[in-house]
């Protein structure tokens, strides 16, 4: 698949940050999903979405290649241009729809919503297929019935990809969709909460790894901890007065957005770290897959 064609789709002259409204993020994931539709693998660039979440395109390039398999997840292929030392030559990504998924939609709630209304019939298989164009002669027949078994071919591969990844993380899936339910999902909680309701073993490895992540920092001046900026939708600051010390501050809360994100990530990069999670549901009516 030429990546080039994406230029037909979508312009790749306007990227999206944290100020692109939601009918202009709409009107992107619109263009890929076309793209995906058409039978691109790697229908997303990169460089029109790292700005939603991240600061630098350097940490989004890190977490790509930390979390993600190359010709797998993701693609690279040479641009020009001038880079941060000077160079000409840089390296672009592009990205499959369920990499930009992980990597970028379900870390900011309102993008993620809003891709999930986009690609909903994705998710229900309902995949279109091009139509034949009507050919002038039979060399040119010839060459588009060709083309439209490779086309249906290359689809239904990736269909059964889809399947295949659908079908491997169903377990996964369902056990934090359980969890968010047994955990009242709906209710803002301190991290020693989450730690208590997610049955993680410890709760000070959680806050480690939540530091080592760049999730989390403690300020010079209280060491409280804080969210750095790509995570602050993943918890909520709420104003608290304790009478005993006649102390007022503000407490740091992780919303049930960050719940289902973070500790589904914790649990993927460190199983060993939770019990025995059927515990969690015990004499409830939620049963496991």
């Not at 700005?51 to 398999?69: D, H, I, Q």
């Not at 870390?107 to 995949?127: H, I, L, S």
């Not at 407490?251 to 649990?267: D, E, S």
Request: glycine share 4%.
């Amino acid at each position: 698949m030429n990546n080039n064609n994406n230029l037909s789709v979508l312009n790749s002259t306007t990227a999206l940050s944290r100020q692109s409204s939601s009918e202009d993020i709409k009107h992107y994931f619109e263009g890929v999903l076309k793209l995906y539709q058409s039978g691109d693998k790697f229908p997303v660039d990169l460089d029109d979405i790292w700005m939603l979440v991240y600061s630098e395109r350097g940490k989004a390039v890190r977490a790509l290649k930390e979390t993600f398999l190359e010709n797998e997840d993701y693609s690279t292929f040479a641009q020009n241009g001038k880079t941060a030392t000077g160079g000409y030559k840089k390296v672009g990504y592009k990205l499959s729809t369920s990499c930009m998924e992980y990597l970028i939609a379900r870390k900011v709630r309102e993008v993620f919503d809003v891709y999930r209304t986009v690609f909903k019939m994705v998710a229900t298989g309902a995949v279109k297929v091009q139509q034949f164009n009507i050919p002038k002669n039979y060399p040119e027949a010839l060459r588009e019935l060709a083309d439209q078994v490779e086309r249906n071919e290359q689809l239904a591969l990736e269909n059964k990809q889809q399947s295949e990844k659908i079908r491997q993380d169903a377990p996964k899936v369902t056990y934090f969709e359980a969890f968010m339910q047994a955990a009242h999902g709906s209710k803002s909680v301190g991290i020693r909460e989450v730690v208590k309701q997610a049955h993680i073993k410890s709760e000070k490895k959680f806050i480690l790894w939540m530091l080592d992540k760049r999730i989390l920092f403690r300020q010079k001046r209280d060491n409280r901890l804080q969210p750095y900026a790509e995570y602050t939708s993943c918890f909520d600051a709420v104003d608290f007065h304790d009478d005993a010390n006649d102390y007022s501050g503000k407490q740091l809360l992780m919303n049930p957005f960050g719940k289902m994100n973070i500790v589904k990530r914790y649990h993927d990069e460190q199983p060993l770290e939770f019990d025995n999670p059927r515990d969690m549901f015990a004499g409830s009516s939620i049963v496991l897959a």
